[in-house]
């Protein structure tokens, strides 16, 4: 996954709703937005408090330029980099698949210098359904040319976890603070940061 394990977007993204809704003097029901993290499919309408005569439109578009503000001053998230550093050790091909779009991902992960980390990127758009559908996974594992359960996938929401179970791969849970109220039933194991997870130990963990 991407947003939320390897950038906390997510808390950028809710911040950036914030920002405009105080700017106007409208409070901004966090709460329900946090139900919604993790759902493509999710209704909540976050200008609902606005008057109907101040444009939507101009409302998205400031909350555009705050959200990317915000997102150039996310680092990465602890633990990602020495993740990805013992998977080269270990000669392990690394895919991401994110209902994200290619641009914010690619684009993202080429400022940090992470794209060549990569083998392959599996985004919105690219698979029949998003997440929680497995379909973007399965894209990856068909590119790689595996099965499910040679893969370990880490994902930071319930309908990742749910997505990478439906494909049978090891799911490795890793909530942030937007998702951190979810369950998730279907992950193998989870952990507090991306800085506990210790590849050759889950590589020993899900080798059966």
Known sequence: DFDGIILDTESALIAAYADVHAAHGV???TAEYLAAIGHHDFTFDPWHGFAMEISRDDLEADRRSRNRNRDLELPILPGVVALLDAARKHDLRIGL???SSRGHCAGHLTRLGLIDRFHFLACRGEAPSPKPEPDLYNRVLAHFGLRGHEAIVFEDSLAGTL????????????????????EFPHADLRLASMADAD???LMQQFAG
């Open 163 to 182: 997505a990478a179970h439906r494909a049978h791969c090891h799911v490795v849970a890793v909530p942030g603070p937007a998702t951190k109220h979810h």
């Open 199 to 201: 590849l050759p130990e």
């Open 97 to 99: 698949a994110s209902n």
């Open 27 to 29: 409070p901004f029901d």
